[in-house]
């Protein structure tokens, strides 16, 4: 004789039903596979051949430790101005090369200690704009607004990836030149340069986007 149906407390009917979708590993995604959290410098087991996460940390940790150590920051009597350009990507990989230069940027800011500025061209238009408004008198200054206070450059940095790749039947290979430079506004003389190379290799390649 089968025994008769018993409906428990709702949070007990919520428990039996949630206990086939968690474990105490953590939650885990419809596929059932685990979402697992890393540090943006580990390489993870989702990886190609191509320029990811880690590769970029380490590069910007590096160049921005190298340019901190050159005489013309570190010893400047005044911390000398610098301007971002966009990074050159000549690899086969679609990077969002602002990552490096943003990256860049924010590791010499916090690391510095006032060492070395940054102008923000981004917000040019901007700028320009709010200083009109102040000198029709739309808006109130604090200064005369008829005084320009853009500051100018001292050293542009730029950076170049560049990249070389071989595909054959045992797999893929890729070998990427991240270099980055420091050119004085004045006399065009390249003050720092330094540069990072990493090679990997794999049996199949990995689509990046």
Known sequence: MSLPF????????????????????GVRNPSGVPVTEMRPDERGFVAGTGIEAQ???????????????????????TP?????EPVVNNTRFPVNKDIFLTRLRTQLNSKASGRVSFLD??????????RELKRSG??????????????????????KLDGMSTRTAAGTSDYVLYS????????????????????????EDAAYR
Do not use: H
């Open 180 to 203: 980055f430079r420091l050119t004085d506004a004045r006399t065009s003389r390249i003050v720092w340069e330094d540069s990072a190379e990493i090679k990997k290799q794999g049996l």
């Open 138 to 159: 739309q808006v109130t200054a604090s200064a005369d607004p008829n005084v320009v206070e853009f500051g100018g450059a001292d050293y542009f940095l730029t950076g």
């Open 6 to 25: 018993r409906s428990g407390p709702p949070f007990l009917l919520a428990a039996a039903l949630l206990g086939g979708c968690a474990t105490s590993e």
């Open 55 to 77: 590769d970029m940390v380490a590069v910007t940790d590096r160049m921005a430790r190298s340019i901190l150590g050159i005489p013309q920051i570190s010893r400047a009597a």
């Open 80 to 84: 000398p101005s610098v301007v971002l």
């Open 121 to 130: 061209r981004d917000l040019m238009k901007t700028l320009q704009r709010e």
